[in-house]
């Protein structure tokens, strides 16, 4: 894989090869964006692009360097992943001593730290020293999907690439090139929200059945029916699992809306997002006006942002479930 086979962000490859190409790669960047959309796969490319013996600008793919880093086993790239959701100081002082030998094996040591906001304070401070003086021939890459939780000091010591998620056309595309039929390349590459690994490993199967409990849940909702039901189930799981099943409850519920506003907006209607429930929304059509869709819309994606941005789950769930008053359904 080189930089043109990642799927996006175009910008943070652009600048990447330029650096490359100028010989003026910063040793300390931080890698930050939604989750699912290269991070990882784009810090390998630039180990790759570092370290290979043909190219200078990107991985030919063809040298021993680019091979063994693809495999795995090249001495002077290291990736340091969370041990028990924790990155701690061991892990740290490790990538301290091994930054400071030179490298054995390619031309520069490359050292990528996956979900960096899972630190600890002692690993944090470690590799800040080495941040503030980085030997020439080794370069650090932080990533994270949550810039605002790694410190202050770190951040200023790092360039901050901003990645951004894939776009829903680019994810059709790779779904229809792996063989996905075409319905079921839209519905997925719409649901997904950019994330082009999630759209990559859901199985249809599932997204079928969340679709059938948001549509469930949406017209309860609108009726005030069952909701503290759903409420119980969702505050008594644990944390993790309320932002994973609610969260995907959420983004297909926020499909139906976005259907209801094109609907209510007299849009060509094979634009909708859920093309197999036209008959269903167009049922429903009479509970909400286009006002209050685009208001739920955005009270749904405030729900989203806030499980993804750890607000208080609890308070949240309750808040959202206020906001939506009950209707008679015909």
Not at 203 to 213: G, V
Not at 274 to 302: F, H, M, P, Q, W
């Amino acid at each position: 894989m080189a930089f043109k086979e990642i799927l996006g962000n175009s910008l943070v490859k652009k600048i990447l090869k330029k650096a490359l190409q100028k010989d003026k790669v910063p040793n300390s960047m931080l890698f930050c964006g939604p989750e699912g959309v290269g991070k990882k796969n784009m810090a390998l490319e630039l180990a790759k692009a570092l370290n290979c013996e043909k190219n200078k600008t990107d991985a030919c793919e063809e040298c021993e360097s680019c091979g063994a880093i693809n495999k795995g086993n090249f001495p002077d790239v290291m990736v340091i992943s969370p041990e028990k959701n924790v990155i701690k100081i061991d892990q740290m002082r490790l990538v301290k001593q091994l930054s400071y030998l030179k490298p054995m094996r390619g031309k520069r040591r490359v050292f990528i730290v996956i979900e960096a906001e899972k630190m600890n304070e002692e690993a944090a401070n470690s590799l800040l020293k080495i941040l503030e003086e980085p030997p020439f021939f080794s370069y650090i890459i932080l990533i994270t999907h949550n810039l605002y939780v790694i410190l202050p000091t770190i951040k200023s010591r790092c360039q901050v690439l901003n990645f951004l998620p894939i776009s829903k056309e680019d994810i059709e595309k790779t779904l229809l090139e792996r063989g996905y039929e075409d319905e079921k390349a839209k519905i997925i590459s719409l649901l997904v929200r950019g994330n082009l690994k999630q759209a990559l490993s859901i199985e249809w199967e599932e997204i079928q059945m969340k679709r059938t409990q948001a549509w469930q849940l949406f017209i309860s909702l609108l009726k005030g029916e069952k909701t503290a039901l759903f409420l119980r189930n969702y505050t008594s799981l644990a944390r993790t699992l309320v932002k994973e099943e609610l969260g995907q409850i959420l983004e297909v519920l926020a499909s139906f809306l976005r259907d209801f506003i094109l609907l209510k907006g007299e849009g060509d209607l094979r634009l909708l997002m859920n093309l197999d429930y036209r008959e269903e929304i167009e049922r429903a059509a009479g509970l909400l006006s286009l006002e209050e869709s685009l208001d739920y819309l955005t009270k749904v994606d405030y729900a989203i942002y806030g499980l993804n941005n750890n607000l208080n789950v609890n308070l949240l769930i309750s808040s959202f479930f206020s906001n939506f008053i009950g209707r008679d359904y015909v």
